[in-house]
Protein backbone atom coordinates (compact mmCIF):
# COMPACT_ATOMS: atom_id res chain seq x y z
CA UNK A 1 0.00 0.00 0.00
CA UNK A 2 1.38 3.48 -1.14
CA UNK A 3 2.60 5.60 1.60
CA UNK A 4 0.37 8.49 0.03
CA UNK A 5 -3.04 6.51 0.72
CA UNK A 6 -5.37 8.72 1.74
CA UNK A 7 -6.38 8.37 5.48
CA UNK A 8 -9.97 8.85 6.54
CA UNK A 9 -10.38 9.49 10.61
CA UNK A 10 -13.74 9.86 12.30
CA UNK A 11 -15.05 11.56 15.34
CA UNK A 12 -17.92 11.74 17.27
CA UNK A 13 -17.44 15.37 18.49
CA UNK A 14 -15.27 17.85 17.19
CA UNK A 15 -12.58 17.28 19.63
CA UNK A 16 -12.24 13.28 19.70
CA UNK A 17 -9.63 13.39 17.07
CA UNK A 18 -7.16 15.84 18.29
CA UNK A 19 -7.41 14.29 21.61
CA UNK A 20 -7.41 10.85 20.10
CA UNK A 21 -5.35 10.50 17.40
CA UNK A 22 -4.09 14.01 16.84
CA UNK A 23 -0.34 13.11 16.78
CA UNK A 24 -0.64 10.05 13.95
CA UNK A 25 -2.48 12.99 12.17
CA UNK A 26 -0.22 15.45 12.16
CA UNK A 27 2.51 12.49 11.24
CA UNK A 28 0.58 11.49 8.15
CA UNK A 29 0.20 14.82 6.82
CA UNK A 30 3.66 15.32 7.40
CA UNK A 31 4.56 12.92 5.51
CA UNK A 32 2.50 13.78 2.49
CA UNK A 33 -0.18 11.44 3.49
CA UNK A 34 -3.99 13.09 2.75
CA UNK A 35 -5.80 12.56 5.70
CA UNK A 36 -9.59 13.54 5.82
CA UNK A 37 -11.48 13.94 9.13
CA UNK A 38 -15.04 13.49 9.74
CA UNK A 39 -16.50 14.90 12.45
CA UNK A 40 -20.44 13.23 13.45
CA UNK A 41 -21.97 16.19 15.76
CA UNK A 42 -20.97 19.61 17.40
CA UNK A 43 -20.77 19.28 20.25
CA UNK A 44 -24.54 19.89 20.97
CA UNK A 45 -24.83 18.36 24.51
CA UNK A 46 -21.43 19.79 25.48
CA UNK A 47 -21.26 21.37 29.08
CA UNK A 48 -18.99 24.34 27.90
CA UNK A 49 -18.74 25.52 24.64
CA UNK A 50 -21.53 26.47 22.11
CA UNK A 51 -22.19 24.37 18.75
CA UNK A 52 -20.89 27.12 16.71
CA UNK A 53 -17.40 28.02 19.25
CA UNK A 54 -16.69 24.40 18.34
CA UNK A 55 -17.31 24.29 14.96
CA UNK A 56 -14.63 27.08 14.85
CA UNK A 57 -12.17 24.96 17.18
CA UNK A 58 -12.09 21.98 15.08
CA UNK A 59 -11.71 24.09 11.87
CA UNK A 60 -8.42 25.25 13.35
CA UNK A 61 -7.25 22.04 15.09
CA UNK A 62 -7.68 20.41 11.36
CA UNK A 63 -5.87 23.04 10.32
CA UNK A 64 -2.86 22.95 11.96
CA UNK A 65 -3.21 19.26 11.77
CA UNK A 66 -2.87 19.66 8.04
CA UNK A 67 -5.53 17.60 7.67
CA UNK A 68 -9.31 18.20 5.84
CA UNK A 69 -12.36 17.76 7.58
CA UNK A 70 -16.25 18.62 7.41
CA UNK A 71 -19.22 17.70 9.64
CA UNK A 72 -22.29 15.61 9.05
CA UNK A 73 -25.35 15.12 10.92
CA UNK A 74 -26.23 11.97 12.20
CA UNK A 75 -29.20 13.05 15.04
CA UNK A 76 -26.08 15.26 17.16
CA UNK A 77 -24.19 14.89 20.33
CA UNK A 78 -25.61 12.52 22.46
CA UNK A 79 -28.19 11.25 20.08
CA UNK A 80 -26.05 8.65 18.11
CA UNK A 81 -27.68 5.61 17.21
CA UNK A 82 -26.96 2.33 15.26
CA UNK A 83 -29.22 2.43 12.45
CA UNK A 84 -28.96 1.85 8.68
CA UNK A 85 -29.41 4.65 7.38
CA UNK A 86 -26.32 5.99 9.16
CA UNK A 87 -24.09 3.63 8.09
CA UNK A 88 -24.60 3.72 4.80
CA UNK A 89 -24.37 7.73 5.17
CA UNK A 90 -20.89 6.74 6.40
CA UNK A 91 -20.68 4.10 3.81
CA UNK A 92 -21.16 6.88 1.46
CA UNK A 93 -18.00 8.86 2.63
CA UNK A 94 -16.10 5.98 1.92
CA UNK A 95 -16.93 5.82 -1.46
CA UNK A 96 -16.24 9.27 -1.93
CA UNK A 97 -13.02 9.48 -0.24
CA UNK A 98 -10.90 5.65 -1.28
CA UNK A 99 -8.99 5.65 1.83
CA UNK A 100 -6.36 3.12 2.59
CA UNK A 101 -6.79 3.20 6.25
CA UNK A 102 -10.13 4.48 8.74
CA UNK A 103 -9.53 5.28 11.94
CA UNK A 104 -12.52 4.96 14.55
CA UNK A 105 -13.45 5.08 18.16
CA UNK A 106 -13.10 2.24 19.59
CA UNK A 107 -16.14 -0.09 20.48
CA UNK A 108 -15.72 -0.77 24.41
CA UNK A 109 -18.74 0.45 26.02
CA UNK A 110 -17.45 1.54 29.18
CA UNK A 111 -17.25 5.26 27.47
CA UNK A 112 -19.05 8.48 26.10
CA UNK A 113 -22.11 6.37 24.13
CA UNK A 114 -21.43 8.27 20.95
CA UNK A 115 -17.66 6.74 21.06
CA UNK A 116 -18.42 3.26 21.18
CA UNK A 117 -22.01 3.60 18.94
CA UNK A 118 -19.45 5.65 16.24
CA UNK A 119 -17.29 2.63 16.25
CA UNK A 120 -20.02 0.19 15.20
CA UNK A 121 -20.95 2.32 12.72
CA UNK A 122 -17.82 2.85 10.92
CA UNK A 123 -17.26 -0.78 11.17
CA UNK A 124 -20.69 -1.57 9.67
CA UNK A 125 -19.96 1.52 6.83
CA UNK A 126 -16.59 -0.27 5.81
CA UNK A 127 -18.37 -3.25 5.28
CA UNK A 128 -21.72 -1.76 3.04
CA UNK A 129 -18.66 0.18 1.04
CA UNK A 130 -17.49 -3.19 -0.38
CA UNK A 131 -21.32 -3.92 -1.88
CA UNK A 132 -21.67 -3.03 -5.47
CA UNK A 133 -25.03 -3.78 -5.39
CA UNK A 134 -26.28 -1.66 -2.56
CA UNK A 135 -28.68 0.49 -4.24
CA UNK A 136 -28.97 3.13 -2.00
CA UNK A 137 -25.03 4.01 -3.09
CA UNK A 138 -25.38 3.33 -6.91
CA UNK A 139 -24.02 6.94 -8.14
CA UNK A 140 -20.60 5.82 -6.04
CA UNK A 141 -18.03 2.97 -7.36
CA UNK A 142 -17.47 0.13 -4.67
CA UNK A 143 -14.51 0.93 -2.44
CA UNK A 144 -13.11 -1.90 -0.04
CA UNK A 145 -10.48 -0.53 3.00
CA UNK A 146 -6.94 -2.03 3.57
CA UNK A 147 -7.71 -1.62 7.35
CA UNK A 148 -9.72 -0.65 9.56
CA UNK A 149 -8.25 0.94 13.49
CA UNK A 150 -9.47 1.74 16.52
CA UNK A 151 -8.29 4.54 18.82
CA UNK A 152 -9.63 5.16 22.62
CA UNK A 153 -9.97 8.35 23.95
CA UNK A 154 -9.00 7.32 27.22
CA UNK A 155 -7.42 3.70 29.83
CA UNK A 156 -10.65 2.95 29.59
CA UNK A 157 -12.00 2.88 26.41
CA UNK A 158 -8.50 0.58 25.46
CA UNK A 159 -9.74 -3.01 24.19
CA UNK A 160 -8.37 -5.60 26.61
CA UNK A 161 -8.47 -8.16 23.98
CA UNK A 162 -6.49 -6.66 20.91
CA UNK A 163 -2.78 -6.45 20.92
CA UNK A 164 -1.87 -2.60 20.09
CA UNK A 165 0.31 -1.27 17.44
CA UNK A 166 1.60 1.76 18.85
CA UNK A 167 2.67 4.43 16.12
CA UNK A 168 5.99 6.23 17.40
CA UNK A 169 5.05 10.18 17.26
CA UNK A 170 7.94 11.62 19.14
CA UNK A 171 8.98 13.67 16.03
CA UNK A 172 9.01 17.34 17.87
CA UNK A 173 7.25 18.95 15.03
CA UNK A 174 4.60 16.10 15.40
CA UNK A 175 4.23 16.82 18.71
CA UNK A 176 4.66 20.30 18.56
CA UNK A 177 1.52 20.30 16.01
CA UNK A 178 -0.81 17.91 17.75
CA UNK A 179 -0.31 20.06 21.44
CA UNK A 180 -1.35 23.06 19.26
CA UNK A 181 -3.89 20.92 18.05
CA UNK A 182 -5.32 20.36 21.02
CA UNK A 183 -5.09 23.39 22.97
CA UNK A 184 -6.95 25.01 19.87
CA UNK A 185 -10.43 23.26 21.64
CA UNK A 186 -10.33 26.15 24.56
CA UNK A 187 -13.66 25.14 25.40
CA UNK A 188 -13.17 21.52 26.47
CA UNK A 189 -9.98 22.83 28.58
CA UNK A 190 -12.24 24.23 31.02
CA UNK A 191 -13.48 20.64 32.59
CA UNK A 192 -10.15 19.22 32.36
CA UNK A 193 -6.96 19.70 30.86
CA UNK A 194 -7.10 17.03 28.38
CA UNK A 195 -3.88 17.75 26.35
CA UNK A 196 -2.02 16.96 29.60
CA UNK A 197 -3.58 13.48 30.19
CA UNK A 198 -3.13 12.75 26.15
CA UNK A 199 0.17 13.53 26.53
CA UNK A 200 1.04 11.47 29.17
CA UNK A 201 -0.62 8.18 27.95
CA UNK A 202 1.67 8.80 24.69
CA UNK A 203 4.55 9.33 27.23
CA UNK A 204 3.62 5.43 29.03
CA UNK A 205 2.92 3.87 25.72
CA UNK A 206 6.82 5.42 24.01
CA UNK A 207 7.78 4.08 27.01
CA UNK A 208 6.45 0.88 26.73
CA UNK A 209 7.65 0.92 22.72
CA UNK A 210 11.21 2.33 23.29
CA UNK A 211 10.46 5.98 21.75
CA UNK A 212 9.90 9.20 23.68
CA UNK A 213 5.80 9.39 22.67
CA UNK A 214 3.39 6.33 21.29
CA UNK A 215 -0.31 6.53 20.31
CA UNK A 216 -1.83 2.76 20.47
CA UNK A 217 -4.09 1.65 17.16
CA UNK A 218 -6.09 -1.33 17.38
CA UNK A 219 -6.42 -3.92 14.75
CA UNK A 220 -10.02 -4.68 13.26
CA UNK A 221 -8.92 -7.55 11.79
CA UNK A 222 -5.39 -9.06 11.68
CA UNK A 223 -2.85 -7.05 9.87
CA UNK A 224 -1.41 -8.76 6.77
CA UNK A 225 2.22 -7.97 5.34
CA UNK A 226 3.74 -8.99 1.96
CA UNK A 227 7.18 -9.81 3.90
CA UNK A 228 9.00 -9.33 6.89
CA UNK A 229 10.95 -5.94 5.59
CA UNK A 230 7.58 -3.40 6.89
CA UNK A 231 7.97 -5.14 10.59
CA UNK A 232 10.97 -3.06 12.18
CA UNK A 233 10.85 -4.19 15.59
CA UNK A 234 8.73 -4.98 18.71
CA UNK A 235 7.89 -2.67 21.89
CA UNK A 236 9.48 -5.60 24.15
CA UNK A 237 13.61 -5.61 23.83
CA UNK A 238 14.31 -9.07 24.32
Known amino acids: MSELTPLLAFGAHPDDLEFGVGGIIAQATAAG ?29 AKLLGATHEFIELAGDAH ?10 LAALIRRHRPGIVLAPSLVENQHPDHARLGRLVRDATRLAR ?10 PAHACAAL ?30 TAAMAAHVSQHQTRDYSRLQLARATVNGARGGCAAAIA ?5 PLVFASLGPITRAARHF
Open 33 to 61: RPVHCVICSRGEASTHGTPAERTAEAAQA
Open 80 to 89: LEITTPHAIT
Open 131 to 140: YGGLAELHAL
Open 149 to 178: LYYALSTDAEPKDITPILIDVSAPAVLTAW
Open 217 to 221: LYPND
